[in-house]
């Protein structure tokens, strides 16, 4: 059964780089690794995803480990706008499971 | 990147009607489609997957004669909310999965209101 765990909450200053961990212990070899955040009563939004290597993006970075067992999402210069509900899946077959996500303060 | 449109947006109706959500990939093919619920300050709940040219698979608790879907084109699925109830008012999101990617585009979310 695949289960990611988050920090509930993360407070950061605007400006600044925002590392939000995930914890997967329950991947397996080709299982996908997505990240997805939420602002209030909108849709998920699309953020990254990776397999085994560090990934980029025009929004973030993603740093997996080694053993592929947490990674990390890395917003490199906060703003307000990224304040939002950041969740990690576990990506399977067809299965996407939502857990309940970090939820990020990004203050002035 | 990929764009899922929902319809209404929001709909407030009276108990025991029925509800019709539509949900569209508009620029890419979604062989697969995801019918989410979610209530107010909890995480995305799924209710099915669905599949093109395929009966739906529900998620365990949900009914699938409450909740009706149908994926009739690579572009459309349609979830039916029957007899509603208050209990049944919630947010609920679709989401496509864009080949070869295998990432999930979501629709904006429609939120439902019985009375």
């Known amino acids: 059964d695949a289960k990611t765990t988050q920090p509930n909450s993360m407070e950061s200053n605007e400006e600044e780089p925002v590392h939000l961990p995930c914890n997967h212990s329950?991947?397996?070899?080709?299982?996908?690794i997505h990240w997805y955040r939420q602002l209030p009563s909108q849709g998920p939004e699309y953020v990254i995803h990776g397999l085994t290597s560090n990934v980029n993006n025009r929004m973030a970075s993603l740093a997996i480990a080694e053993d592929r067992k947490s990674s990390t999402l890395i917003l490199h210069r906060a703003t307000l706008r990224d304040a939002a509900v950041y969740y990690c899946?576990?990506?399977?077959?067809?299965?996407?499971?939502f857990g309940p996500g970090t939820r990020l303060s990004v203050l002035p | 990147g990929a764009v899922v449109s929902q319809h209404p947006s929001w709909v407030i109706c009276k108990s025991g009607t029925s509800v019709k959500i539509e949900c569209r990939s508009l620029?890419?093919?979604?062989?697969?489609m995801f019918w989410y619920r979610q209530f107010p300050k909890q995480s995305l709940m799924l209710m099915a997957t669905?599949?093109?040219?395929?009966?739906?698979?529900?998620e365990q608790g949900v009914e699938k004669d409450k909740f009706l879907i149908n994926h009739a084109s690579l572009t459309l699925s349609t979830l039916t909310v029957t007899s509603a109830h208050p209990e049944d008012s919630s947010f609920y999101i679709c989401?496509?999965?864009?080949?070869?990617?295998?990432?999930?585009?979501f629709g904006p979310g429609t939120r439902l209101l019985v009375l």
């Open positions: 989401s496509g999965i864009g080949h070869p990617e295998e990432t999930q585009y």
């Open positions: 899946i576990h990506h399977y077959g067809q299965n996407f499971v």
């Open positions: 669905s599949n093109e040219g395929s009966k739906a698979t529900y």
């Open positions: 329950t991947i397996s070899g080709t299982d996908y």
């Open positions: 620029d890419f093919q979604a062989t697969t």
